[in-house]
């Protein structure tokens, strides 16, 4: 297909509110994303009807910067896509319906993207220092790990997947976020782990869920397990305070950890994390002879993964730089690309699927 294709693409699925223009499926004119972080971190985590409205907001603002490198403007697009799945529908229905209008009074094609999908296509696009990347041979293995999905993939061409693997129960971001929450760290949990991490004494262990014979993950008992040190730590300490009764193991149990036990949870937490994650991918890619290991969502920034897939792969490991690791539509413009070259676009009556699987179609 011609490289100077150009595409309009929208991501709206979550809480970032965002536009790119991609041409020939690689090469990001414009990435333009509008965090609503500052909106949900009051309430600790993600509301979905304040994302809707955010999106609303802010969507005209951000296209108008998307479209300012281009010279023709609106006339240099070839095609709209936008998220239809999964994600918030709310929060879907906004950019859907934008792109649809855009694509209905323009008199352009139109083409519905997977969220999960793009995630893995955020690997086909070149950044300005290595403009001439090749792009990924297939088979490649391709490691999932967002705020609300963790799953194994092998990718035999476009469009051709197969599931190994998904989180039968949390997935790896919203692990992150909920183990912050309890050792009283911000949110966004991921960074504030990584951070807590750094530089912390070892000495604790947890459990890894290893659910042996399958290729998927789970992570809630972990987080169970970081619970249950809390738990026993409060514990000793009300133990050790003069008069240890009552009063003073629940007014033990309100204050703040100290700095000490969050970093060796955090670093615990996060080693076992890792260490499920890159033993499962480095199977799987030696198992299906990938040529390639893809990293894909916002835990890919993760720098232990990172640093731990690379040390333990048997082939070379890719990972967007963490701009397109995290939500954002120039991922949403490449996955597009090579639907449309596929020869696949989408009718007016596309409709949001919340809870759209990765799927070949
Ligand atoms: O892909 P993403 O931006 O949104 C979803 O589609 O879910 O991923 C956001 C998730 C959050 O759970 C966040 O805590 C996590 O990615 N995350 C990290 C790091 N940076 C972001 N997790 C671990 N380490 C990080 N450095
Ligand atoms: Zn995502």
Redesign the pocket.
């Known amino acids: 297909m011609d490289r100077d294709f150009t595409i309009l693409a929208i991501e709206t ?2 809480d970032e509110t965002a536009a790119a223009i991609i041409r020939g499926g690689r090469t990001i004119i414009s990435n333009v994303v509008a965090s609503q972080i500052d909106e949900h971190r009051r309430y600790g985590g993600i509301v979905p009807e304040v994302a809707s409205r955010q999106h609303i907001l802010t969507i005209n603002a951000v296209l108008h910067d998307a479209l300012r490198p281009l010279p023709g403007g609106w006339n240099d697009i070839h095609a709209v896509a936008a998220t239809y799945g999964p994600g918030l529908a709310g929060a879907l229905m906004t950019g859907l319906n934008v792109a649809k209008a855009i694509a209905w009074i323009r008199e352009l094609p139109f083409i519905g993207v997977n ?1 999960i999908e793009a ?1 893995i296509y955020a690997n086909w696009l070149v950044t300005e220092d290595q403009p001439d990347a090749p792009e990924p041979q297939f088979p490649v293995v391709a490691l999932v790990v ?4 963790t799953l194994l993939a092998l990718l035999e061409g476009h469009g051709r997947y197969r599931l190994l693997g998904q989180t039968r129960d949390d997935a790896a971001g919203e692990a992150f976020d909920k183990v912050a929450r309890l050792l009283g760290l911000g949110f966004p949990g991921g960074p504030a782990i990584q951070k807590a991490a750094e530089n912390a004494p070892g000495g604790v262990t947890l459990p890894r869920a290893w659910l042996r014979d399958s290729y998927d993950f789970s992570f809630s008992g972990l987080k169970t397990a970081v619970l249950h040190q809390i738990r026993e730590y409060r514990a000793r300490e009300a133990a050790l305070q003069p008069g240890a009764g009552k009063r003073s193991a629940s007014a033990a149990a309100e204050s703040p950890l100290p700095p000490t036990i969050v970093a060796r949870l955090a670093r615990a937490f996060q080693e076992s994390v890792v260490d499920v994650l890159v033993t499962k991918t480095v199977e799987a890619a030696r198992a299906f002879g990938a040529t390639e290991i893809l990293l894909a ?2 835990v890919a920034a993760n720098l232990r993964l990172r640093e731990e897939l690379r040390r333990r792969a048997p082939v070379p490991v890719r990972v967007p730089p963490i701009a397109l690791c ?2 954002n539509a120039a991922m949403i413009g490449a996955a597009a690309f090579y639907r449309f070259e596929a020869g696949k676009q989408d009718g007016w009556d596309l409709d949001v699927q919340p809870n759209l699987p990765l799927q070949a179609e």
């Open positions: 699925s979550c969220h995630h967002s705020g609300g999905h969502g916002g995290t939500d």
